[in-house]
Each structure stands twice: as C-alpha cells, then as structure tokens.
C-alpha cells in the first residue's frame, strides 16, 4: 500500500482485497466499503428508498447510527420491545407495530447476538417491508449455521475502534440482492454511478473509505475467524458456569446460533437480592471481575433529542408537516426500559481464556449467594 501511487478506493488493490476477504466471511454478491457502521446503514436506507414519512422498524437499545439515516432521509424510526434475555427484536411486537407507512424493519444483533431471522423475515415478506441487518456488533456470527448477514435484504457492519475488527472507524454494507445491491457503490460515493456514469441521477454524500484502511481491515479479516470463535467460546462458557442460580438470567442465545459476545449481557431480577445492581457490580469488582452496570443509559427514544424532536436545528420537518404524527415522549418500551436497568455487563475479548471467565463466573455465584434475598 505504501508504494502506491493512489490511496483512492475505486479500483484499489486493497479494496478489493478486503472485500474478496469480507465476501467469503459474509458471502454476498455486492458490497461496498465506506467510513462508519452509521455509513453503511445510511446506505441501506438509501437503497431501501426511505422517504418523508415512511416508519422503519428497529431496536431502542443500539448504537445511535443505527437510526442516524432513516432521520436523515426525512424517515420515522419506530422502536419496537425486545426479548427479556436475548435483548433483540421482539417479532410480536415488530408485527403489532406495522402501520400502512412502514417501510424497512433494520434488526441489531446485539451483542453479536444473531436476531429471531426467520420470524422477522417472515414478517418482512409479508408486508413487503425491506429487512435491513444491522450486523455491527456482529462481525463473525452465525445464524442456524449461516453467516450472519446473508438472510436479510441488506447487511451492514462497522470497523470503528471497539469492534470485533477495525481501522479506526470504517463501515462495509451488502446485499445480494439485485434491487438494492446495485445502488450500493453510488449512495456511497455522493451519489455518483462509477460503473454507468451518467451524472448525479441520485442524491448522497461522501461516505468513501479510503485505501490505507481497507488495507487493514483485509488484515484483520485474516483474523476474524479465531476471534469470533474464542468470543463464542468464552460467552457460552459464561453462560454454562451461571445457569441456574436463582436471580440470575443469563444471555440468551439460540442453540443452533453462533453469538459472538462483543460484550455478554446477564441480568438479574431485583426482587431475588438484599442488594441493588450498582452494590452487585460493586461486590463482583471487589472479588476480581470488573463488570459495568447497563450499557446505554436509556433506549433511544428517551434521549433529548428524541423527545424533544429536534433533529434538524430544533425542528423535525416530517412531523412539522404533518407527515408522522409520531411523539417519542409517548414511545413506550417497557422490557427495553427494564433490561437496561437491571442488565450486567461482563467485558468478552479473544485475549482472555477458559480460567478467567470462570472466575467470574464464580464471582458471580458467590455476589448472588451472599446477598440472595
Ligand atoms: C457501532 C455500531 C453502529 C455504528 O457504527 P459506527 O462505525 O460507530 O458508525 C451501529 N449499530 C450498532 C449496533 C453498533 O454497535
């Protein structure tokens, strides 16, 4: 790469070396690079054609980017209720949600924790809605044995700094599919066909990547297999050491998935322990397992700028217009609310092994045993 005339991403050799490298981790026909995970789901919404008004369906618990570019494209996001202890879309709940303006579902895999797939894809098809994966925290997993990514009409991944692999910051997203795989190279690079030319027929911005970070993600791809597979490991393992002690729920994860613990998330029920969540976290730093109570503070809508619907200098044009009627100091997620108050966080990373994580199982066992209510 240093010897390179060029450091532009069309037609650079490291481009197209990471994203031979990104197509047999995640086997999809187009994809194409670009600077951030809030990038590519931004590119995703573009090429699901979200417009002034239309709903798209997502998690309250994820990354801000997550909705970044539905707001940006003047469309609603609507957030839907989550499983107790998978911490993902609830299906039931995504259904019940459904209106004649809803558009696209995007599904995070929290945690790398692949979402309920077939029930939301179900779902999707029925009411012709694009099923967009947000696979940011998802680098490596599987669902029922397929890569993660390849069952939804899109898919989309971030390289930022605490990812599974990264560069910094950087994004990919991809598709198979011949209607929005196409699109994905223009609304990526602001707009602009490199294969067809013809002018500015669309509308985006400037979201390139360039090659010295696609350089290294071709790398990091080389090791993605073994990380994902230690992450997998540890976090069953964390799981298998916990069941069953009273109070304590563990991260659910499908039996025929691979999750691959960007972080592993238990939670316990307050009702079972003489003590609250912060003295719990405290007690399991005090017998050697550091862990963070939550993770964000509030599901999404509850932040300011939600409920104050001041996305655009203070305003919201959509809603202004009369194009949603949607009030997010109305929204209601009650599980989303309850599992971020009562959730535990335990750092997963590839460089730990089977000894340390079962020392914090055991501290675990021992902060839940003494303070059992
Ligand atoms: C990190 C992340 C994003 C955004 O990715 P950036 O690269 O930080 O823009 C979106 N969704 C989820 C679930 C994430 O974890």
Known sequence: MLQQQDLFYWKGPQTALMLQRFKEVCPVKYAQSCSSGTAALHIAVLAAGIGPGDEVI??????????????????????????ASTYNLDPADVERRITPKTKAIIAVHLCGNP???????????????????????????????RPIGTVGDMTCFSLQNTKHITCGDGGIVGSSDERFGPLLQK?????FDRIKGGGFQAFSTNYRMSEPQAAVVAAQLTRLEDIAAQRARLGNLLTEKISGLPGVMPHQVHPEDRCVYWFYFFR?????????????VKALAAEGAPCSAGYIAVPLHREPVFQQHGFFAGH??????????????KHQTPEAEAILRTGIRVT????MNEQYIAGVAEAIRKVARHYAA
């Open 58 to 83: 997502t998690a309250p618990i994820t990354d801000i980017g997550t909705v970044i570019g539905v707001i940006y494209q003047q469309g609603v996001p609507v957030f839907a209720d989550l499983g």
């Open 115 to 145: 979402c309920d797939l077939r029930a939301l894809k179900a779902i999707a098809d029925k009411h012709k809605l694009v099923l967009i994966e947000d696979s940011c925290q998802a680098w490596g997993a599987k669902y029922h044995g």
């Open 187 to 191: 609304f990526g690079d602001k707009g």
């Open 268 to 280: 316990i029920q307050p009702e079972a322990f003489r003590c609250d969540r912060a003295q719990f």
């Open 316 to 329: 919201w044009p959509v809603r202004e217009f009369g194009l949603t009627t949607m009030d997010y100091s």
């Open 348 to 351: 997963i990373h590839e460089g």
